[in-house]
């Protein structure tokens, strides 16, 4: 079992920073790939960044890409979402997930086995 808790949401105005933790506890790390997820009132919760349990590759959505760093610390037990240029419309809740898995990570929520409770994150314009 892993109890995944994420922090570093908050309220920033349009062309901010934030940065997202998820800290994992329960069992290692290591062997599960990673992936961040996001809900806005009214909608589906929708992918937005994963990546793998060796960190080498990683996926992220065209609305986030080049704005959204994913990265993990697997020695911390702990992943993180470095996100830039921040909108109006990244406006959501943000969850945490993970599944075990080497070599792939998932894109669909359906893929991920474990989840954190999210942070909210809003951005004024």
């Known amino acids: 079992q892993v109890q995944l808790v994420e922090s570093g949401g908050g309220l920033v105005q349009a062309g901010g920073s934030l940065r997202l933790s998820c800290a994992a506890s329960?069992?290692?790390?290591?062997?599960?790939?990673l992936g961040w997820f996001r809900q806005a009132p009214g909608k589906e919760r929708e992918f937005v960044a994963a990546?793998?349990?060796?960190?080498?590759?990683?996926g992220y959505a065209n609305s986030v890409k080049d704005r959204f760093t994913i990265s993990r610390d697997n020695a911390k037990n702990a992943g993180y979402l470095q996100m830039s240029t921040l909108k109006p419309e990244d406006t959501a809740v943000y969850y945490c997930?993970?599944?075990?898995?080497?070599?792939?990570?998932?894109?669909?929520?359906?893929?991920?086995?474990?989840w954190g409770q999210g942070t909210q994150v809003t951005v004024s314009s």
């Open positions: 329960g069992r290692t790390f290591s062997g599960y790939f």
């Open positions: 997930a993970a599944s075990y898995g080497t070599g792939w990570y998932g894109s669909q929520a359906h893929e991920y086995s474990y």
């Open positions: 990546i793998t349990w060796s960190g080498a590759n990683t």
